[in-house]
């Protein structure tokens, strides 16, 4: 027998086994809910105690015979003070059995978890052995057909480059003509600017922007046009010749990459696993030097070929587009200089016609002068007739406002004095406005009148500078072959 506890009346002891309760470890969760009940519930040790003092209260009375002096030893040593504290803290039967079901249930969940993770293991083992020779497998085919894209791509490259190289001779010898062709056209427009030299001594109104000015200004323009085209042309020749270069530049450039690309593609499609040469390379995987995608590099490429194709179209198409300047310079000036002639004489005649017209318009000026004023007269007397009923509109609102404390209301007759208000000063404004209009309408009209008296003065000089002046020195016109430049 193990004593437990020997109080001065008597002594109590339980039988000495070594399978009483399982060790504190192996039942931790048992123990660690025993604890927290203890813990955290300060009257459990006075429920079991008092439990305890209920039923040894009735033991003498029931219990007696043979064990009578025993069952009163018992009951005096469990409620002594010190043992019912010891009482008090044991593990009940249930506590010993539930620690034994947790101890099988977590053995048997151990040998489950480790008997997966053992057949799982060898699972995955035997799939990534086949996923890992599959995949190199794929990424061998890959690299393949990659080099299959880039063979396909540098014999594309090369035929483009022998192309452009072509057109840009071609389009090399149309610029050498343009140039020389260009030179041609600075006689024609000397004798048109001198015209409308001349033409700028006419006087006050007769510097008009009339047909014959037109023409002349067109007849330059056209010149200066089939000189504009001409340096257009040309330096969209020199242009073209720097964009078929640099696409040629690309387009080189883009060649060289794919064979050096072809060459370590190779190396890499015939990398295997007994290779020499190959090694780790730590976080290579984690880098990302790449600049481009699979849509990418082949749309770089695509784009590359697309580009010169564009700029061969465009130099073959510059080129066509000089031979016909070429041709049609010569026929656009003279058209021109035919055009100014007619205009000139339809001049000359109407200037004429135009004294009398502008005494008319004279008098018709004069006697729109005369309403107009009268019209700034009514404008006038118009405003100041607004003025009495602004003010006592205002004089209304400024005596409501004395009224009285909680008469002091924003009513009708105060949102109907305000509209009011704000109608008359409106109506003023507009009128004003007006006012102002027909004013300037009226300076207009004066600065018109005096305009047309002074026109009638200068008409004699406009008549001599388009007849005399400018249409004696257009005879020296140049013929048709020195503008195509034969000579």
Avoid at 64 to 83: C, E
Avoid at 256 to 274: E, G
Avoid at 450 to 479: I, W, Y
Wanted: charged residues 30%.
């Amino acid at each position: 027998m193990e004593l437990l506890g020997s109080p001065p009346t008597a002594t109590y002891a339980r039988p000495k086994t070594s399978h009483f309760l399982p060790a504190i470890s192996t039942m931790a969760s048992s123990y660690r809910g025993t604890q927290l009940a203890l813990t955290f519930n300060p009257t459990a040790h006075q429920w079991r105690r008092n439990n305890y003092l209920r039923a040894g209260s009735a033991i003498p009375s029931i219990r007696q015979g043979r064990d009578g002096d025993l069952d009163l030893v018992r009951s005096n040593t469990m409620y002594h003070p010190s043992n019912r504290v010891m009482l008090s803290t044991r593990y009940t039967p249930d506590d010993w059995h539930k620690s034994n079901q947790s101890n099988y249930r977590e053995s048997e969940s151990s040998r489950n978890s480790a008997e997966r993770l053992r057949k799982d293991t060898l699972r995955l083992m035997q799939d990534r052995e086949q996923l890992t020779r599959r995949t190199q497998e794929y990424t061998s085919k890959n690299i393949g057909e990659r080099l299959n894209d880039i063979v396909f791509w540098r014999s594309e490259l090369s035929h483009e480059i022998d192309n452009m190289v072509t057109e840009i001779a071609a389009l090399a010898e149309v610029k050498r003509r343009q140039e020389r062709a260009l030179s041609e056209t600075e006689g024609p427009l000397q004798v048109s600017q001198e015209c409308l030299y001349h033409r700028e001594r006419r006087m006050s109104i007769d510097l008009v922007h009339d047909n014959v000015e037109k023409n002349l200004i067109r007849e330059v323009e056209i010149i200066k046009s089939c000189q504009e085209r001409m340096r257009r042309h040309l330096n969209r020749a020199i242009a073209q010749l720097a964009s078929n270069r640099a696409a040629q530049h690309e387009l080189e450039r883009d060649l060289s990459d794919k064979v050096s690309a072809q060459r370590i593609d190779d190396r890499c499609h015939h990398l295997r696993n007994t290779s020499d040469g190959i090694s780790y390379y730590r976080g290579v995987d984690r880098l990302d030097p790449s600049l481009s995608l699979p849509e990418s590099w082949s749309k770089y490429t695509d784009d590359n070929i697309l580009q010169s194709q564009s700029q061969r179209a465009a130099s073959h198409k510059l080129r066509d587009e000089i031979e016909v300047l070429l041709s049609t310079t010569s026929n656009d000036m003279w058209t021109q200089f035919n055009s100014a002639n007619v205009a000139f004489t339809n001049r000359i005649s109407e200037i004429a016609d135009t004294k009398n017209s502008l005494h008319t318009h004279l008098a018709k000026t004069l006697q729109e002068i005369f309403q107009t004023e009268m019209l700034i007269d009514s404008l006038k007397k118009a405003v100041r007739d607004k003025e009495n009923p602004l003010k006592v509109a205002q004089t209304r609102l400024e005596e409501r406002t004395r009224r009285p404390n909680v008469e002091l209301c924003r009513d009708n007759p105060h949102h109907r004095l305000v509209g009011e208000v704000r109608e008359i000063e409106d109506t003023i404004h507009k009128l004003r406005d007006r006012l102002m209009e027909a004013e300037s309408t009226l300076h207009t009209l004066v600065k018109t009148k005096v305009t047309l008296e002074h026109d009638l003065s200068v008409k004699a000089n406009s008549l001599f500078l388009d007849q005399d002046k400018c249409m004696g020195m257009r005879k020296t016109f140049p013929s048709t072959p020195r503008l195509v430049g034969y000579t």
